[in-house]
């Protein structure tokens, strides 16, 4: 299975604190995309990060990629309230559909 | 420009009854993709479509379900003899162009309920 794995299941963390959540997959990828998902709703795409690079940046968000260990890392900076969700990777292989992890539950305490 | 749209949003059916979703892709949008999310899990693919056409459909049980993509209309995944297990958040996405690793965008979902 490609299917990714986040770690850890649940995270909790003060508001203005950093957030960290690790996602590993089986299987060489094309690309690796993380995406939230709040409460009930839909999933909101985050960032898109290539095989070929290493680290990208979007505003507070902060993804690496290490193809050799097969895991990536999505870090949320200066956390707030409005960060409580889900956060799953997404892995895209030789196919067109995503394969999802199990996700990270983050709540953020104000 | 409007987003991916479901509906219904929330739909109950009795064991044995036929379940229909939904989804009308975003503007511009061709490729049509369902996930079904159980509790607590993550999303996991069921099936992948262009216009008239089903391109990947491996992650959908063989049995009691089905989807389309009419060339009019939106995309239907169809449930027939609807069971307790099929009680799930189903999601549609879309992409532009259906290229390997596309951006999807996601709709709100469809919470299936099987009493």
């Known amino acids: 299975s490609q299917q990714g794995e986040e770690d850890p299941q649940a995270l909790s963390i003060q508001e203005g604190e950093n957030a960290t959540m690790n996602c590993s997959y089986k299987?060489?990828?094309?690309?690796l995309q993380w995406y939230r998902q709040n409460s009930g709703r839909g999933l909101v795409h985050l960032i898109l990060?290539?095989?070929?690079?290493r680290e990208k940046h979007s505003g507070r968000l902060r993804v690496t990629l290490d193809t050799s260990k097969k895991s990536s890392s999505l870090l949320i900076t200066a956390s707030r309230a409005a960060d409580t969700a889900s956060y799953f990777c997404?892995?895209?292989?030789?196919?067109?559909?995503?394969?999802f992890g199990t996700g990270t539950r983050l709540t953020v305490i104000p | 420009n409007a987003g991916v749209m479901q509906n219904p949003r929330h739909l109950v059916r009795r064991r044995g009854q036929e379940a229909r979703l939904r989804c009308s892709p975003m503007?511009?949008?061709?490729?049509v993709y369902w996930y079904r999310q159980l509790p607590e899990e993550g999303l996991k693919f069921m099936v992948y479509l262009q216009k008239e056409n089903i391109i990947d459909e491996s992650g959908m049980p063989k049995e009691r379900f089905s989807a389309e993509f009419p060339k009019e209309g939106p995309s239907i995944l169809r449930i027939q003899q609807v069971v307790r297990g099929d009680s799930a958040a189903y999601f549609c996405a879309s992409s532009p162009l259906g290229q390997l690793g596309d951006e999807q965008y996601f709709g709100p979902g469809t919470r299936l309920t099987v009493t």
């Open positions: 299987t060489s990828i094309n690309n």
């Open positions: 990060i290539r095989s070929n690079e």
């Open positions: 997404a892995t895209s292989g030789g196919a067109n559909n995503l394969f």
């Open positions: 503007k511009g949008h061709s490729h």
